[in-house]
């Protein structure tokens, strides 16, 4: 199984609203990301997640909140946030940190979020 | 902020046509990989090319790699429709090997 689901695939919320993005993998990788991308512009690295340990986060507002309960799931807490954070949020796993092995990011197909 | 700068951003070519896409850098690099992104899904890992290599392939793709230039160009030959995606050069630095993308490129292939 080499696939990284994320859940939904679509959401749509008010400012005031709290919800979750969801990411999980079954290829036992142990480094796991959340990336955030806005209309045709790059990813841009939010967080990374090493043996369940928050490793990187790229001075990402306080309204996102990263979680990883376990190896094979990665949350994203949304709370409070602003029109300018509608994007895709797109997770990825990988068998190491940044896997200097092979290097090869595993990517879901997206969160797409819309805040209103 | 973004180390890869590809060019051109936009291609257009026949099907059966050769794309060829070049990535510029601006710091030393551990390895520069290729990412394919159809449009609003998730990035597709193509080829990973390490900075002591200088030419990879991978069926219809070739990467090649300048590192005193700080450059790399990823060759799709007999392009398909299907290859209408937007293409993303990522360069790992630093001793954590960190990915960061550049700004993509629009390739459409017409049938």
């Known amino acids: 199984d080499t696939e990284v689901t994320q859940t939904p695939k679509h959401l749509v919320m008010g400012m005031t609203n709290k919800k979750s993005l969801k990411c999980e993998q079954h290829m036992g990788h142990r480094a796991m990301y959340w990336y955030k991308q806005k209309a045709k512009k790059p990813p841009e690295l939010m967080f990374v997640y090493s043996y369940e340990k928050l490793s990187i986060n790229e001075s990402v507002p306080s309204r996102f909140s990263p979680e990883c309960p376990n190896s094979s799931l990665l949350n994203l807490h949304l709370h409070a946030l602003q029109p300018e954070d509608s994007a895709l949020y797109l997770c990825?796993?990988?068998?190491?940190?940044?896997?200097?092995?092979?290097?090869?990011?595993?990517f879901g197909e997206g969160s797409r979020l819309t805040v209103l | 902020s973004q180390q890869g700068e590809e060019d051109p951003q936009a291609l257009s070519i026949q099907e059966g046509e050769n794309a060829t896409m070049n990535c510029s850098y601006k710091t030393s690099i551990n390895n520069l990989q290729w990412y394919r992104q159809n449009s609003g899904r998730g990035l597709v890992h193509l080829i990973l090319?390490?900075?002591?290599?200088r030419e990879k392939h991978s069926g219809r793709l070739r990467v090649t790699l300048d590192t005193s230039k700080k450059s790399s160009s990823l060759l799709i030959t007999a392009s398909r429709a299907a290859d209408t995606a937007s293409y993303f050069c990522a360069t790992a630095t630093g001793a954590n090997s960190k990915l960061t993308f550049g700004k993509g490129i629009t390739l459409s292939v017409r049938p």
């Open positions: 090319i390490r900075s002591n290599e």
């Open positions: 990825a796993s990988s068998q190491g940190f940044f896997d200097r092995g092979t290097g090869e990011l595993f």
